[in-house]
């Protein structure tokens, strides 16, 4: 299939390899060129401007945030300058709110938009191992489907309103952070009664939490491992603040996303922001003054 | 092994038919007598008090909170009734204070005190899959080890000192609630977007979070089916209690355990006290007002 | 002095009543015409379009929030439209991060800036007793300052920076948000054990607290009257979120913000939205379930 | 009237003097006895026990907590050496439950029972100037006016179940614990922002918040002078606590508190265990991290 791929970090450089290793026929751009030569040693063609990424049958995005979504897409015209009946699949986290103001351009329009977030990190992009949250017309999925396929090792399909798959995303990585601040807190209880963390994650993510989740940010929490960042701690704010104006819009109050929120915070007052959002666990140990303890 | 055995609701009875299985010879007590009479069939002796079930070389007991131990070890006299050299096997989940009491309590009378609470719900007791967290001396762990190896799957040593176990065990507990809520928290925000919580949790349970903890769970909140509780809403409320406790006591601040129970006390105050604790997401769907939405 | 005032809300009128009584020679403009009429009568001359309000030395403005202060005066072009050297006295409660904004855009095109926020009623406001809270250029300060004290009983001068009155403004009304909420607490929990929110509220506003803000809320508590509102539900909300975006801008972590929101949230969830914020003791009332209770 | 007095620290003292100058045979007693000596050198008599502090026709007591109170009063025996008819009058903040069982253990033994709890510091004290909860039969209320009189400025009533003065006196003290962590974030996100808390404080204690509350502890957290405290850390952890337990035997969720609870465990972390409540201020500083900031 044509496709255009804009949006060249480690996460969309990965997928847009598993294209081009699937056979596609992938045209690349990126806001900083650099990114693209990796893949057009792997045979992409490079475009010089988003628009001439954007002229096969099928436009994947992986961009970083709303703004910079709204900037190429919005502002910088790219919807308008794409031809009627191109599938746009956005794979980009963003807020609720953007997601249904897209779904209305793209209409308005006639193009077609498909919302595809994932969860994974560039490591199981790389090995096309993501986890896929698919949502809009079932048409457009079906013709975007092999090319899903090709980066992800499962889709999960939440119907045809695009936002859906947005709001599920944002729900899972306020889970995510939940999880983190939970064994942060948890460590901070056993540490002050003399139990390690080590010792009592051992335990806990190869019983009742043994799942990917808790035994990857059981193991920066457990080694105190917090560079380089997997997942920064700024990166953490935008989601959970994604999850409680997500809320806001929807009357829903979210208890556990305003803690994370101030200890999010927290980490960042204390100049942490090139950390990994499991670092929420030396916010819990400051709380706790533990490493002043003797 | 002559081992006694005192405690026999449904993970003590499925704890103490495993003793018997492997051979050792058993003396059943609980405070109701018709408890004891499934263990006879098997094969156990029923001791017509606690102090008689405590005659053999081991003494294990599951008993239901601190209030129980506390009457029959403490004000009960079954501590000044034992034999020197007697290995007192706890499994209960009790506080932090009261593990560290009853230690002192042990030494000063020469009894051995071993500290063993579990992870695991009655039909892994009954199937000796317990994960036992342990802790005391070692040599008192060595000699009732083949008692821990016939009841659970694995053991997980935790040190000298028994308290340890239990501030493990409780900050365990506490994940499961922060696990619970944080599921809840999430549907009630996909919900209000139109995503179901089914379809919500059949994605995270099978990927990041696939783990027992949130595959039990989550297929409750899925469901809805809140009755008969597993682990019901007041239990869960005595289990964060006791972490707020221990947190109190080291002056550690739990800041998503404080949430749990004002979460849990209003699950309580609607009369649920019959449901299971992951009717936290009825909490949460309520304080949105999600079931009077369209 | 010759003024513009523009904004002819409850509280703009009665400010601009204010301006003709102390012989002030007012044009006033309004989105909606019908609010000019009572000034007109005051002697107050009406201006056809926003920037022909904008033609004398001072304009005053008092826009219910960043949306209309934004359309006004930035994308209605309104400050484009004004003479180099006229004061713009900024009476609106708007974010820190508008209000830095507004500080460029002005000093950008030769306009003298006054962030000039208030803190009382419309009673108060029709009385001339408003606190008032000056911060920009002092020189612009003293020119305007008749203005102000026509207005008001006090003024509060805070330094150069016109974000600095705003930020001030804004966190005292996340005071007097928990203000409401502590006697929402306060008397869910008296009532439980026997005393009336009345009973309870009648001692502690009149000994520790006596002062406006517990009297005046405390009195709607006591006499459950959250209707017609003073200060309704969705607008405790709108400033909540604006100290809470403030937090965020300079990392300053606000859990009590945090628990706001969410009541704020689950009441506005309940479809009381007409409600007056003080209606919060209604949420912690229904968290405790106590109207269902004996 | 013959009276004794119990509990003799700088507000009993104060309150026990004011009995003197009124004219009262006052005999009392304190744990340890050089606090007797500055009220004999006044006219008291000094007794060697408890009880023979509590012949005469009613017994005052301001003991520091529960632990006192059932020291003295439960397991000392000082309520079955009482005769019948006698009038205990409890000033102590205890708990809710404490108040249930000791009403219930004067009843049994025919003795009178009045819950007195006061607001007003020892300078108060001093002056005669305290406000009196008061909560008992009215009988014995009547009783002890004259006395109630000579202590306080006033006398609030608030029914027959001592508990309910004791439940009113928590909820007060958890009132005025809020009102200092709502001025403690206001004050870390004005300084943030450039606003200092002096000047921040200063308007709002002149204004919505002219009250003893905010202007006392307002004062303090202006002038960061957190030493000597006037009501030490670990005083308001026990009243927040008291106010938790309260809530948790009635079911009531208190999401305040429950942040309060935190932020008071996190300023002892910090080993600030001798510093006023106030120094709730530095602890929002301190997770802000504003102190480190240029």
Redesign the interface.
Known sequence: MKVGFIGLGAMGSAMASNLLAAGHAVTVWNRSAAATEPLASLGAKVARTADRAAQGEVLCSMLANDQAVREVFLDGGLLDAMDRGTVHVNHATIS?ALAQQLAEEHAKRGLAYVAAPV?GRPDMAAAAKL?I?VAGQSAAIERVRPLLEAMGS?L?P??D?P??AN??K???N???A??I???A??????R????SAA??L???TN????????QGYGKLIAEQRFKPAGFALPLG?KDV?L??T???A??????????L???L??A????DAELDWSALALV?AR????DERG
Chains 1, 2, 3, 4 share one sequence.
């Open positions: 609720v969860f986890n949250l499962k999960w939440l119907g309103a936002e859906r709001v599920a944002i729900a899972g306020f889970m995510l939940a999880a601040e939970s064994m807190e948890a460590t901070a209880l056993t002050a009664h003399g139990v010792n009592f051992e335990v806990m019983t009742l939490f043994a799942a990917p989740a808790y704010l603040e999850a409680l997500a809320g806001s929807a009357r829903v109050p979210l208890p556990f996303a305003g803690v929120r101030d200890s915070l927290e960042l007052a204390a100049d819990a709380r706790a003054h533990l």
